[in-house]
């Protein structure tokens, strides 16, 4: 069954260093998300990204964050500037149409 | 989109079916109510969605009030691999962004 991938899954930065966070989305889909989760918080949606440009953004995607897809098959979240409030699992996810999203396994981001 | 309610906590025991409930009591005429599960910290996973009528697939079965102000989500032979926390969406756009409360934390016993 196709799945949606992430890599690291485990990365650990300084603060102020700039981290990416990849995605392999499954492989027919065109509709790309990137959720955080806070330890012992809920989910919160960060970004959408649709024919190749944001559809929707959160307040917590400021300018420190970026979302690109390199080529036909990545997607990758970019924080430009880390911060120890960034530490997080983020989640990427993907839908081909419409309704469900199928999430990936998560990178856990701690910042020192 | 509407906000939903959930239980903060259920046990239920292994083989027995868990029904989770869930109030939509704002929901409006054109929003799905959308049930995920999330293992572990693990990434969610989608269950089951509804406008209006029952659904059943292969994991669960939802069910819709005729006046759609609450729904319940049943696991009809509940396993330990079912432990999870389940959340209950009420979401407009099809594809858009999904906002997770807090759901119930679903707790399965031997």
């Known amino acids: 069954e196709p799945e949606v991938t992430q890599t690291p899954s485990h990365q650990v930065t300084q603060m102020g260093q700039e981290v990416i966070l990849r995605c392999v989305p499954i492989?027919?889909?065109?509709?790309f998300y990137w959720y955080r989760q806070i330890l012992g918080q809920k989910v919160e949606f960060l970004v959408s990204?649709?024919?190749?440009?944001?559809?929707?953004k959160s307040e917590i995607f400021d300018d420190q964050f970026s979302v690109e897809r390199p080529d036909g098959s990545n997607f990758t979240l970019k924080i430009r500037s880390t911060k120890l409030e960034d530490s997080a699992m983020y989640f990427c996810?993907?839908?081909?149409?419409?309704?469900?999203?199928?999430f990936g396994p998560g990178t856990r981001l701690t910042v020192t | 989109d509407a906000k939903t309610t959930q239980p903060t906590s259920m046990d239920c025991a292994e083989g027995r079916a868990a029904n989770l409930p869930c109030n939509h009591s704002?929901?409006?005429?054109?929003?799905?109510v959308y049930w995920y599960r999330q293992i572990h910290s693990q990434g969610p996973q989608y269950i089951i969605h509804?406008?209006?009528n029952n659904e059943t697939n292969e994991m669960a079965s939802l069910i819709i009030t005729e006046d759609r102000k609450s729904s319940t989500l049943i696991l009809p032979h509940a396993t330990l691999r079912d432990t999870a926390v389940y959340y209950c969406?009420?979401?407009?756009?099809?594809?858009?962004?999904?906002?997770f409360g807090a759901g119930t934390q679903v707790v399965v016993t031997p």
């Open positions: 509804g406008l209006k």
């Open positions: 969406i009420a979401r407009t756009d099809s594809w858009g962004k999904l906002q």
């Open positions: 990204f649709y024919n190749n440009e944001i559809s929707e």
């Open positions: 996810a993907s839908s081909e149409f419409v309704y469900e999203q199928y």
């Open positions: 492989s027919n889909h065109l509709y």
């Open positions: 704002t929901i409006s005429g054109n929003e799905y």
